[in-house]
């Protein structure tokens, strides 16, 4: 699968390349994803999207119209996103909000971003390997269900 991830920190590549293992091309780009930045996504199945980025409904209907399929939300904000048209029809488009991992307390930061990265590529197989092409819409759900990431001595 072919992604771009906008607003990328520097302490966020190296966990992500861990969790990817080659599997998919993902671009990293520091730029933080605006309708003036949105065609850097053109040719991509899937964004990757922080709390620092746009996700207006102009720079929805863009990525739509590049043919991005797929938005995944990581970050501390969650976004409430509309997919609607203004015809009532929903958009082609899928969507996976992350935030929730964010929210976890006395956990540090680098086993977050482990977390947030693995998800981050679980989700790309499940869409990679899915041919659905109705929308779904994923909400913020409680971390207590899901498993942790442990790190080998």
């Known amino acids: 699968m072919r992604a771009i991830a906008y607003s990328i920190r520097s302490n966020e590549k190296e966990p992500l390349a861990l969790a990817n293992v080659r ?58 996103l509309t997919t609607e048209q ?25 086993l977050i971003l482990e977390q947030v990265a693995i998800e981050t590529v679980l989700t790309l197989n499940r869409w990679e390997e899915s041919n659905q092409e109705d929308f779904i819409h994923y909400t913020s759900r409680d971390y207590s269900g899901m498993p942790q990431v442990r790190r080998s001595a």
């Open 86 to 110: 203004s015809d009532g029809s929903a958009k082609p488009l899928q969507i996976v909000d992350l935030s929730f991992l964010y929210h976890q307390q006395d956990v540090n930061e680098n």
């Open 23 to 80: 599997r998919h091309h993902i671009t990293l780009i520091t730029n933080r994803l605006t309708l003036a930045t949105a065609d850097f996504a053109e040719g991509k199945d899937a964004v990757i999207v922080s709390s620092a980025d746009e996700l207006s409904l102009e720079v929805i209907e863009r990525l739509v119209e590049l043919d991005v399929k797929y938005i995944l939300v990581k970050g501390s904000k969650s976004y409430n």
